[in-house]
């Protein structure tokens, strides 16, 4: 064994193991969760916002105003969109990074079916019907846990 490794052997973080997920797994967990974060460029400044979200038929969906921050800049060409789940006693967790375009959703039978499906509320106050879908076209995650 190395000397510097014989030193380092047994201090936080060393034996730790992380691992890319497969995209079929990253879409599991973001279904496991009701909060993320979503990323865009607003004014030449990166500006994160956390939402509750809901998957559904390979999107993801949340509710906003459309003459709020976020509905006002509709249609986004590139955001980024970020859920995770971190297990603090176990030194363990998962992080989702989906990136794509969000646009307003407007067809009538989409609206009924997403309107149907239990999600938690926003957050933020104020009314909230406007439903933003996320239709990534990159979803890359790890996970991190002890050896």
């Known amino acids: 064994m190395d000397p510097r490794e014989a030193e380092y052997r047994g201090m936080p ?4 193991m992380s691992e890319d997920l497969t995209e079929t797994k990253c879409w599991s967990l973001l279904s496991t969760q009701q909060t ?10 990166v500006h994160i916002y956390p939402v509750n979200y ?4 390979g999107a ?7 003459d ?4 006002s800049l509709m249609p986004l060409a590139d955001c980024a ?3 995770d789940e971190v297990k603090a006693a176990e030194m363990a967790g ?3 990074l989906a990136h794509g375009k969000a646009e307003i959703v407007r067809d009538d039978a989409q609206l009924t079916e997403l309107w149907g499906r239990a999600a938690e509320p926003p957050w933020a106050g104020g009314s909230r019907t406007t439903f933003i879908e996320i239709r990534p076209s990159k979803v890359t995650g790890r996970s991190v846990r002890t050896a």
Do not use: C, M, N, P
Request: charged share 20%; glycine share 18%; net charge negative.
């Open 60 to 66: 993801l969906y949340f509710r906003t105003s459309e």
């Open 94 to 96: 998962w992080s989702v």
């Open 36 to 45: 993320g974060r979503l990323g865009f460029v607003k004014d030449g400044a």
């Open 68 to 71: 709020g921050d976020i509905g």
């Open 13 to 16: 973080g060393t034996l730790h």
């Open 54 to 57: 809901l998957v559904h038929d």
């Open 81 to 83: 969109f970020q859920a």
